[in-house]
């Protein structure tokens, strides 16, 4: 899946701009103009995404975006733990059945999976494969 999601810019009354995400609910924030928005909206799309994870939720699945709508995309290591996040859901798999696979023990598992903490993108990959994911990288025009 590609961790991209549409966005609402509305404009406030006394300047700035005010963002939802409508696949997202609670991914909102604010910007003084257009460019902050954009850039708070990244961060907001990652922590409500986040609490999905914390809350043990499915991840949404990003809606087509609509006229007007601008689309965002998560940071590439919050996305691909998203995506870790969501095979082994899809696959009933346990943190601790993951750490059997990958000879690791489970409180590993656990920081992988968690998207505030920090993980090396290569250890993300080898915990893909072993679910029978890969991890692709997109570039896009800004």
Known sequence: ??????????????????????????????????????????????????????ERWEIPAPSPAASGQVLVAVPPLVAAKLALYSAMREQGMSKTALARRLGLSESVVRRLLNPDHRSHISRIEKALRAVGRRLAVEDRAA
């Open 1 to 54: 899946m590609r961790y991209v999601y549409p966005c609402v810019l509305t404009p406030e009354e006394g300047g700035g701009f005010f963002v939802s995400f409508p696949d997202v609910p609670g991914a909102n924030t604010c910007g003084d103009d257009r460019a902050e928005a954009l850039e708070m909206a990244e961060d907001a799309l990652a922590v409500a995404l986040a609490g999905h994870v914390h």
